[in-house]
Nanobody, 125 residues
Framework: VQLVESGGGLVQAGGSLRLSCAAS????????MGWFRQALGKEREFVSV????????SYTDSVKGRFAISRDNAKNTVSLQMNSLKPEDTAVYYC???????????????????WGQGTLVTVSS
């Protein structure tokens, strides 16, 4: 599966952005979809995941209550709504996919076989 992110940009602290990830292929519905981010000089970290059926989500603690992940299996897309953005949310955000059927959603980068090219989110103070 090929993944293409969009929606990044520059926003002031407290603002909102909506990231989208478009997936190619006809088997999107079997993939758990995750969002990860990588700040300058830091390791890539888990942000959120939604399972293949779309009925289970998980978030890293720092974004709980501010970010919301969703998917549309009919359109092969997954989105990340980001509200109340903080300067520490500044990073390149990556969409990732792994086969989800038969397992629980995972939060490690090592569990994801497919990655997008990333989209930069910059939050100014």
């Amino acid at each position: 599966v090929q993944l293409v992110e969009s929606g990044g940009g520059l926003v002031q602290a407290g603002g909102s952005l909506r990231l989208s990830c478009a997936a190619s292929g006809r088997t999107f519905g079997v993939y758990d979809m995750g969002w990860f981010r990588q700040a300058l000089g830091k390791e890539r970290e888990f942000v959120s995941v939604i399972n293949w059926r779309g009925d289970s989500t998980s978030y890293t603690d720092s974004v709980k209550g501010r970010f919301a992940i969703s998917r549309d299996n009919a359109k092969n897309t997954v989105s990340l709504q980001m509200n109340s953005l903080k300067p520490e949310d500044t990073a390149v955000y990556y969409c990732a996919a792994r086969i989800g059927i038969g397992s629980s959603p995972q939060t490690s980068t090592y569990d994801y076989a497919f990655w997008g090219q990333g989209t930069l989110v910059t939050v100014s103070s």
